[in-house]
């Protein structure tokens, strides 16, 4: 049987044309050392010229996820993106920024919250994987008020219209303007209905997200081959314990920046890429599962 590549070993050609399955098979390979970066698919460059998704690829994002992606697509086949400009469809994207590109869609339980092109349908599925969208990811905005319910509905919607082979990783990152405690068996029932990758919140980021609660949660995935998604989806701003700035290794500000585990032993860690793709390790690696933060070391992988 052949071996799936560590996504961290590929080239960014390579990179770029992963999709669906043989995405997470690399994901896997890379046993928990893979970085997701969401950005707005058309929000201003942080860089003049430089779009976001390019400078989340230039600082170690492995993958990219476009969010809001209604203000890039005029569906079915126009996209335009500050300082890239109209592109032929998202292969391109993938190609120029060197990295696979996935999209958020979202359920819509109100009906006419959330615009058309993000709303998680089969029509929208099958026109973005017909884009080349490298995978789907289906979660909820602040304030939608979408449930786990409703991501289950979406789920079964989306696996039926784009089939067995697409990536479809699906939860959330918050509560989403309706709190729900976050359970296995919500996570399985996501699973159940075809999801291929769930969303976990990182503890600490949600209220009453907890390490053992988010642990148990990714055994539970885990154990039936599913990935897990580490998230760190909201902001959390406090003063820092002198301890904390002492620390090298605990992770600083990373909002919107997630990072994908296909091993049982739940550790998120993360990997930082240099312009000129020479790739390092982080100095720092975080174990939900109760670790204390360790140094992992700072040579080339």
Known sequence: M???PRIFDLPRANLAMLAGR???DCVRASEGRTMVSEVFAAAPG???????AE?????GADIIVLNLV????SPPSTWSFPSLGRMADLRELAATIGRPVGVNLEPDPSGGRIPPQRRATAANAVALRDAGTALFVLTANPGTGASYADLVEVTKDLRDAVGGNAAIWVGKMHHAGRPERLTPEALLAVVDAGASGVLVPIPGTV??????LATAATEAVHERGV???GTIGTRRKERRKPWRRASPWWPRKSASTHTTSAMPAT?????????????WRCAWSRSISGGDPVAAGTEPR
């Open 207 to 212: 209220p009453g997200v907890t390490r053992e």
């Open 55 to 59: 400078l989340m690829a230039s600082h």
């Open 227 to 229: 990935l897990v998604l």
């Open 267 to 279: 550790t998120a860690s993360a990997t930082r890429t240099c312009c000129t793709r020479t790739r």
């Open 46 to 52: 942080l860089i003049d010229g430089v779009h976001n």
């Open 22 to 24: 043989a995405l997470e």
């Open 70 to 73: 209604e203000g890039a697509w």
């Open 2 to 4: 052949a071996v799936s």
